[in-house]
């Protein structure tokens, strides 16, 4: 098993990207990656530069919730200088380099629950965060977190095992997490880029998605809306059909899906 250094350096010489990685940071331990990727951000550090660990004593998921970052559990953040028009398209092309990234190397099936988890078999691998520093129509730098499961036994854990799982788990074998890093961040890029320049990256996000033609309940602060997902739109947002026929759209939320 390789260490963070040895990783650091496979990751070197393996990666193919302009500049997403190019600038690298690897720790064993770090309290979050999202909280060094912002002070580097703040210094101006260059775009796509790459912070991982190993293991987090404070990690963190969206609403300020904790997120466990055991041995053989992998977080990463990717300091972006996007448009302010493409800000929202990141959660989007995150959750799908993961999903392409899963496929190759593991040759698992993973689905997207809306707006930011990656499923196998209804269990949670990967979860994502975004934050970003915006001024008037300028982003000042954006973050991509990403917290993936990849080498350790869910069913060790018991107050998440019902829910998360495993990339080792699901296969059957330990992952290479260099080999798995070096294929994410290309991924990553080359939806980055495309995004950019005007791809509609939503689509294929939308088409790898569990949460649509669910009945399903959405959460948002104290509002509580229920019905059936039917679509996503271009800047992410959850289209629901309430139970009357009347569409809204949700911008944010925590989805539970409706058991018949």
């Known amino acids: 098993m390789l260490n963070g250094q040895d990783i650091k350096t496979y990751i070197k010489s393996h990666l193919n990207t302009k500049f997403v990685g190019r600038q690298l940071y690897y720790y064993h331990r770090l309290a979050t990656t999202m909280e060094t990727a912002k002070e580097l951000a703040k210094k101006k550090t260059a775009e796509g530069t790459v912070i991982i660990a190993d293991t987090q004593t404070a990690g963190r998921g969206r609403l300020s919730r904790a997120w466990l970052s055991p041995e053989g559990s992998l977080a990463m953040s990717v300091i972006l200088k996007p448009s302010l028009d493409n800000l929202p398209q990141l959660v989007m092309i995150a959750s799908l380099?993961?999903?392409?990234?899963?496929?190759?190397?593991?040759?698992?099936?993973?689905?997207?629950?809306?707006?930011?988890?990656?499923?196998?078999?209804?269990?949670?691998?990967?979860g994502i965060l975004i934050e970003s520093e915006v001024k008037g129509d300028r982003v000042n730098f954006a973050i991509i977190g990403i917290g993936i499961n990849v080498n350790f036994d869910p069913l060790a854990f018991p107050d998440i095992s019902d829910i998360a799982t495993s990339l080792s788990h699901e296969l059957g074998a330990r992952i290479s997490k260099a080999a798995f890093i070096s294929t994410l961040l290309p991924e990553l890029e080359q939806l980055y880029l495309e995004a950019q320049a005007g791809a509609p990256v939503y689509k294929e996000w939308q088409e790898n998605m569990e949460t649509l033609g669910r009945r399903i309940q959405v959460k948002t602060g104290e509002a509580v809306e229920q019905g059936k997902a039917e679509t996503v739109t271009e800047h992410g947002n959850l289209i629901l059909r309430r139970s009357d026929g009347s569409l809204t759209e949700i911008v944010a939320g925590d989805v539970t899906v409706i058991k018949d």
């Open 97 to 126: 380099a993961v999903v392409r990234a899963i496929r190759k190397v593991a040759g698992l099936e993973t689905q997207i629950k809306w707006p930011n988890d990656v499923l196998i078999k209804g269990k949670k691998v990967c």
